[in-house]
């Protein structure tokens, strides 16, 4: 069955229906270390990911960019396992592994036969606390990072302008910064910097274990107690709460706008309206109120941006909404599009608020809002086919702070969200002195790039 099949099947369910709960198997180690494990026996492999609670918004300036140039050195090296080793054992194992860093957590995953778990555990519980970080492979990677943000960033005038964007937006939230790290930054790492991050986010107490597939949790728990149990933990507590202090974002006073210029091949506009996330609303319902107001913008080829602005007045060629429900601190509600020939970003702006304005005044009517929450539901069961992607949601829900038992929650609190609240949210948080506009202004090509969008926050 296709999505749009799926969608419409799942708009005959009753709206208020339960979801199933996630059938995860916690334990926690002596040392701190949290285990998660849910079984999927439907294929032959495990998915093993671990959960470092560090990312960009954790940097102080000077260093931001290290949590992700450190997750580059995790593979150079420890006392039993040289350089490339790892790689090399995952696999003549069978297996694919890689990293990623965001704004709040760093993590390292293995895909593997189910029964070669205990290769990955024994690879990850020796670099938790036994990396070496040498000047010369320092220098070889950081030539590596320098090359990854001039082809992400630097030539991606649509990513340039991002950066530029949320450091306008934000005023002394730490997601002002970009993960990858500033250019002078970058340039200056030394491996003692390194090294004190390591010391002070890399432990057991600070780390949360996700393995997903056909696995049994007793088995898994087995293993993690041979290989991770013998790992001292960073202090007596958790490191993340005793070494972060309170970052709310000050109180934004008016309308913010600028205007960027680099070589591209169109204008774009990028609106961003501050808004609260699932960890810091006063009121949860608000959270999910602000998901389905972005689903109702962005939420298919039936959704309000694309049938009214591109295909309906054809004043974009491209138009969007995002809005990330499960980050750590508080957010931006974001439009962006690309005006038609003919079209400026000023068409697009002023098209864009009128959305909104109609949130503000108009009711959603039952079918749209049934058909959204029935797209939910469809993304949902489709995700549910990943092991990757069912231990990545444990995961971060557990690193933010959310705990992972919110994945439950997420299909029955969508689908309690009124119109009323979404007109409320929009009424709320959607208003000007909330807002920052930026726009891509393109100069003459004279070499190449990029006009990719990026992932937000993942590297």
């Not at 591209?264 to 996330?277: E, F, H, N, R, T």
């Not at 006063?282 to 039936?302: K, R």
């Amino acid at each position: 069955m296709n999505n749009r099949l799926l969608c419409a099947a799942l708009l005959w369910l009753p709206v208020f229906a339960s979801s199933a709960a996630t059938n995860v198997s916690e334990h926690v180690l002596g040392n701190g270390l949290k285990v998660l494990v849910k079984e999927d026996h439907r294929s032959p492999v495990a998915v093993s990911q671990v959960w470092y609670k560090v990312g960009s918004s954790y940097e102080p300036g000077g260093i931001t960019g290290i949590s992700h140039m450190l997750e580059h050195m995790m593979f150079k090296g420890t006392d039993k396992h040289s350089v490339g080793e790892f790689s090399r054992i995952i696999a003549e194992n069978g297996g694919e592994e890689n990293a990623f860093t965001g704004t709040d957590y760093t993590a390292y995953f293995q895909t593997m036969e189910a029964s070669r778990l205990a290769v990955s555990f024994e690879l990850e519980a020796d670099r938790m606390r036994n990396l070496h970080l040498l000047p010369d492979e320092l220098k070889k990677e950081l030539q590596v990072v320098t090359e990854e943000r001039r082809m992400r960033t630097d030539d991606n005038p649509q990513a340039k302008m991002q950066e530029h964007f949320n450091a306008m937006a934000y005023t002394n939230s730490p997601y002002k910064n970009p993960v990858i790290g500033w250019p002078s930054d970058i340039e200056n790492y030394k491996v003692e910097d390194l090294q004190a991050w390591y010391q002070r986010w890399y432990a057991p107490n600070n780390a949360t274990l996700v393995v997903v597939g056909d696995v049994q949790p007793k088995a898994v728990f087995a293993l993690a107690e041979k290989y991770f149990a013998p790992l001292k933990p960073m202090g007596d507590k958790p490191v993340a709460p005793t070494m972060l202090k309170p970052q709310a974002e000050v109180e934004q006073l008016g309308v913010r706008k600028m205007t960027v210029k680099l070589p591209a091949k169109l204008p774009y506009l990028l609106m961003g309206y501050k808004v609260p996330v699932l960890k810091t609303a006063q009121n949860e319902w608000e959270a999910y109120a602000l998901e389905v107001l972005a689903g109702v913008l962005d939420g298919g080829s039936s959704a309000r941006l694309e049938s009214g602005l591109v295909r309906g007045k054809q004043i974009a060629v491209s138009a969007g909404a995002s809005y990330s429900l499960h980050s750590r601190l508080p957010e931006l509600l974001t439009l962006e599009a690309t005006p038609a020939e003919g079209k400026t970003v000023w068409d697009l702006e002023s098209a864009l608020k009128e959305e909104i304005a109609k949130l503000q005044m108009k009711l959603i009517d039952n079918e749209e809002l049934q058909r959204i929450k029935a797209q939910v539901l469809a993304k949902d069961v489709y995700e549910k086919d990943s092991n990757f992607y069912q231990a990545m949601e444990l995961g971060m829900l557990e690193t933010v702070g959310l705990g992972w038992k919110k994945v439950d929650e997420y299909v029955d609190k969508v689908n309690q969200v009124t119109a009323e609240q979404v007109r409320d949210v929009a009424r709320k948080y959607l208003i000007e002195d909330k807002l920052s506009v930026a726009y891509l202004e393109p100069l003459p090509i004279t070499g190449h790039i990029t006009e990719t969008k990026t992932e937000k926050g993942v590297r």
